[in-house]
């Protein structure tokens, strides 16, 4: 059964890995067996040596994904493929949340969110399709959703809305594609430990009411990813289609 699971001799490419939910889902791909490419606005030399730790072959791009378009997203997907040597999997992880009553929202907290959280993923989304469908290859496609792919949240219009579009830009790629073997899918995480989260971890009041409505009750840990996001890259998910996957502590089924 456990090689189903495996990721021997798969390159994976994670986006925002320098640190948080994306250092987790990087590790996680690499101890189940796959080499993996990192892009971050930082350095991501942490998550490289965590992942050369486990015998595994990691590289880094340092590069701003705000404001791609898509040309810039194609090289990107070659620079990584031409280091590799193949790619199989990209995760869709980089994302930033602003938040601010609507009213009040700058026109950069829109569509700098709107940006970097969905056409960013649409694409680099675009980029991996096309290098995938042109060689006739199996491919994974891991797009970061949220609770705010189901919910409106408190005065994140933006991210609300961009979460909104991953989940749909899920299934719309997955309706494409999958015949062809591409596997699109979506991880939503509950309320996790990053820092996304500080400000309002760091809130009494909004701490309190977030663990009081979490079942499990207690934030999520980013090393709680790595199981959902190697069932999605493996081929354990063989019949797994345009799905939005809750890793929540049971959030939506409050
Ligand atoms: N933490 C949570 O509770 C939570 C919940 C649901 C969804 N998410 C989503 O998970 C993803 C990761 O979030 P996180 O909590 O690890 O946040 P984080 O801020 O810790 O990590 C985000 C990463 O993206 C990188 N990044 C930011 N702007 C970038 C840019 N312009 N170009 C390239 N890289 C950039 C950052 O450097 C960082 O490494 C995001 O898409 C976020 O919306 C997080």
Known sequence: MSHRFSLHNQVALVTGASRGLGQALAVGLAEAGADVGLIDINDCRKTESLIQDLDRKSHYW??????????DARQLIDSVQSYFGQLNILVNNAGIIRRSPAKNM??????????????T??????AAGSYF????????????????????????????????????????????????GIHVNAIAPGYFKTEVTRGIRTDPVRNQKILERIPAGA???????????????????????GTVMAVDGGWLGR
């Open 62 to 71: 340092q590069y701003d994904l705000q404001y791609i378009g898509q040309e």
């Open 219 to 241: 934030w999520g840990d980013p090393n709680d990813l790595k199981g959902a996001v190697v069932f999605l890259a493996s081929d354990a998910s063989q019949y797994v289609h």
């Open 121 to 126: 993923i649409f694409y680099l989304s675009q």
């Open 133 to 180: 469908l042109s060689r006739g290859t199996k491919g994974k496609i891991i797009n970061l959703a949220s609770m705010l792919s189901y919910q409106g949240g408190l005065q994140v219009a933006s991210y609300a809305s961009a979460k909104s579009g991953v989940a749909g830009l899920t299934r719309a790629l997955s309706n494409e594609w999958a015949s062809h």
């Open 106 to 119: 700058s026109e950069q907290d829109w569509s700098g969110v709107i940006s970097l959280n969905l056409n």
